[in-house]
């Protein structure tokens, strides 16, 4: 019902879109009619394929490398006294810095490759599945933790066994705010320094004015978020029983 609500609502955008196109007899360079933007899909598809597949493996690699080092930090921060009162107030200061800021220092260090893109992804995505996972795992209840004491548990026991499955709903959560965010921070990462990529190739069909095949790149990065969200949901709904 949700997927079907979805499509009748984009149906309705689409026919809007064409309607204001129209009424206003709006050149292309301002706003391609839908129709305009299907024909550059169509005729650009090789090209736009082309340069879909290095934002999907910057998207995805990143992706998985955020969540693993969100993942390691917040269990640092939960289980080292130390690291939280030291880093903690470093990580949150340092989600003040806007990522375009620190993209092209990225690009200067690590090169126009994948390299600084993926790490640009890393860097952006990180603190949603740390922030969220942190705050599942001190968040066990207090009766389980007496009772673990009582029990003279290990700390790594009750780690595994109480704190980890009771924190994976919050995981889960913060996943999910990152998979949605992960396309956006590959296709910026491109706009800062690029020789492929969707981002490359919006840049450059906005140097000449191709401005229907720039909203062609953003009608796949968009099908791309969805599809990946929709993926990312599916899986962690049937492996995670909240």
Same mark, same amino acid.
Not at 121 to 132: G, K, Q
Not at 169 to 179: D, F, Q, R
């Given at each position: 019902m949700l997927m079907w609500r979805g499509l009748l609502s984009l149906l309705i955008l689409i026919l809007i879109w064409q309607v204001l196109v129209m009424a206003f007899h709006l050149p292309v360079y301002i706003l391609p009619s839908p129709y305009e933007v299907l024909q550059a899909l169509i005729v650009h598809a090789s090209l736009i394929m082309a340069n879909a597949i290095p934002t999907v493996v910057e998207t995805l690699t990143g992706l998985l490398l955020g969540i693993l080092l969100g993942a390691i930090i917040a269990l640092a921060l939960a289980q080292v006294v130390i690291i939280r009162y030291w880093l903690l107030p470093i990580i949150i200061a340092g989600q003040a810095i806007p990522t375009f800021a620190i993209a092209p220092l990225l690009v200067l260090w690590f090169g126009y490759g994948m390299t600084s893109k993926i790490i640009t +992804?890393? &860097?952006? &995505? !990180? !603190? %949603? +599945?740390?922030? #969220?996972f942190y705050e599942g795992l001190t968040r066990t209840k207090s009766e389980w933790l007496d009772m673990a004491k009582i029990m003279q548990g290990k700390n790594y026991l009750v780690l595994w066994h109480l704190r980890i499955p009771h924190a994976l %709903?919050? &995981? #889960? +959560?913060?996943?999910? +705010? #990152?998979?949605a965010l992960a396309p956006i921070g590959a296709v910026i990462s491109e706009w800062v320094g690029a020789s492929k990529g969707l981002g490359f190739l919006m840049l450059n069909a906005s140097a000449r004015l191709e401005i229907p095949l720039m909203f062609a790149c953003i009608a796949v990065i968009t099908l791309f978020s969805l599809s990946l969200y929709g993926i990312v949901n599916k899986v962690l709904a049937t492996t995670i029983k909240w």
């Open positions: +992804v890393m &860097l952006m &995505l !990180f !603190f %949603p +599945v740390a922030s #969220a %709903p919050n &995981l #889960a +959560v913060g996943i999910k +705010v #990152a998979t």
